[in-house]
């Protein structure tokens, strides 16, 4: 069976917040198949705010250890800058 992860999965997986029986369950599964991510999960791992130097290490290895299910590269990093940078209150309109 593969399994899809989504960005919240991979965030708690890797600070270590799901108890211990789903940690274990993981553990399992990451011994038998690679993570699946899609880039849209990709850009917003690589958005997340709240990495250390440390963090930042092991989100890149996660990624670099997953399949990504890929949008074209330059799209990815544009989108991950303007993320970075923007948010919602930046573009709501005065009435």
Request: glycine residues 2%.
């Amino acid at each position: 069976m593969m399994h899809l992860w989504d960005t919240n999965t991979a965030i708690y997986y890797l600070q270590q917040l799901f108890p211990p029986p789903a940690e274990k369950f993981i553990d399992g599964v990451l011994k038998s198949e690679q993570p699946i991510i899609t880039a849209i999960t990709e850009i917003e791992l690589l958005c997340w705010k709240t990495t250390t130097p440390k963090d930042f290490q092991v989100l890149h290895s996660f990624i670099n250890d997953s399949l990504v299910i890929e949008l074209e590269q330059p799209i990815k990093l544009k989108t991950a800058d303007i993320r970075k940078k923007c948010t919602a209150s930046n573009f709501l309109m005065p009435l």
